[in-house]
């Protein structure tokens, strides 16, 4: 992997981090997040994975865009 392609992973993953983040600051606020919530939610998800591949097409095609932003066109993934 290039240095630029490292870029645009700690990017995707930083965005996802900050959108988790708000996320969970907005349940919090509104008394809606209890605890053990995030574990459970983490379960769940974990089941789930392979049954919405919709959310994996949907990341690729974020992840496309990213890079063409970087400036990235060569190897990247597709669906």
């Known amino acids: 992997m290039k240095s630029d392609e490292h870029i645009l992973m700690v990017h995707m ?3 996802q981090m900050m959108l988790f983040q708000s996320l969970l600051e ?3 606020s509104r008394g ?3 605890r053990g919530d995030i574990e459970a ?3 769940l998800v ?6 919405h591949l ?3 097409h949907a990341v ?3 992840y ?3 890079a063409r932003e970087l400036g990235i066109q060569e190897g990247l993934p597709s669906v």
Do not use: D, H, S, T
Request: hydrophobic letters at 50%; aromatic letters at 14%; charged letters at 35%.
């Open 13 to 15: 993953f930083a965005r």
């Open 26 to 28: 907005i349940l919090k």
């Open 32 to 34: 809606v997040l209890q």
């Open 41 to 43: 939610f983490e379960a």
């Open 46 to 51: 974990r089941e789930e994975e392979q049954e």
């Open 54 to 56: 919709e959310i994996f």
């Open 60 to 62: 690729v095609n974020q």
């Open 64 to 66: 496309q865009a990213f």
